[in-house]
């Protein structure tokens, strides 16, 4: 009895083989499992098994390292601003120079390194303040802060030399800006690193691993 697209039976009655493709002459012939038809295998699903082993990597680690990133920028931020003070009362009374540049040479020593403290803190506390947020929203949040650290020392490194005053002072500036700056982005930078590593880790996630 001939095959109709509905089944084995004529009249479009449904039969055996209803909603499927009728089999081929092999196929009725022979019943060995070889020739008979396959299920195609699932394929396993790719995508919700990384999401498990990325949300379980992700949890497993530790929380972002904010308490010893801020007791740092504290302690760099004061020690940032005893540098400053001390490094302007000392070239301005052992060498005369007018550091810092800015302030000019009619500034009295005391209020000028006031001043130079009271920046150079503020600077590191705006520098505590962007390792924060880049550990909170950066997929590699030291190399992002390396990066935008060092642009930021290259530019107070090179500022007090664009500046009309003495170039020796300027120079003197230049350089107390350029080791301080370095000094605060390398501290961070370092005690992140040292630190449980954050909610994003630097490194990429491997697949199928959890």
């Known amino acids: 009895m001939p095959d109709t697209p509905f089944g084995r039976y004529p009249g479009g009655l449904p039969g055996r083989h209803a909603g499927r493709p009728?089999?081929?002459?092999?196929?009725?012939?022979?019943?060995?499992?070889?020739?008979?038809?396959?299920?195609?295998?699932?394929?396993?699903?790719?995508?919700?098994?990384?999401?498990?082993?990325?949300?379980?990597?992700?949890?497993?680690?530790?929380?972002?390292?904010?308490?010893?990133?801020?007791?740092?920028?504290?302690?760099?931020?004061?020690?940032?601003?005893?540098?400053?003070?001390?490094?302007?009362?000392?070239?301005?009374g052992v060498f005369g120079l007018e550091v810092?540049?800015?302030?000019?040479?009619?500034?009295?020593?005391?209020?000028?390194?006031?001043?130079?403290?009271?920046?150079?803190m503020a600077g590191t506390i705006q520098a505590t303040a962007l390792m924060h947020l880049l550990l909170a929203t950066a997929a590699r949040p030291v190399r992002a802060f390396a990066w935008i650290g060092g642009l930021a020392v290259v530019l107070l490194t090179i500022l007090p030399l664009l500046l009309n005053g003495p170039f020796d002072a300027a120079v003197a500036t230049a350089c107390v800006n350029l080791i301080g700056g370095t000094s605060v982005v390398v501290l961070l930078a370092g005690v992140v690193a040292a630190s449980s590593r954050p909610f994003w880790p630097d490194r990429p996630f491997r697949r199928g691993r959890p």
């Open 22 to 92: 009728a089999p081929r002459p092999y196929e009725r012939s022979f019943r060995c499992p070889s020739t008979a038809r396959r299920r195609r295998v699932e394929a396993p699903a790719r995508r919700y098994q990384e999401f498990v082993a990325l949300h379980e990597e992700i949890s497993a680690g530790s929380a972002i390292p904010l308490r010893p990133l801020w007791w740092a920028g504290t302690a760099a931020a004061m020690a940032a601003g005893g540098m400053a003070f001390a490094a302007v009362m000392g070239l301005r």
């Open 100 to 120: 810092p540049v800015f302030a000019g040479g009619h500034t009295a020593a005391g209020p000028a390194a006031t001043s130079y403290a009271l920046c150079a």
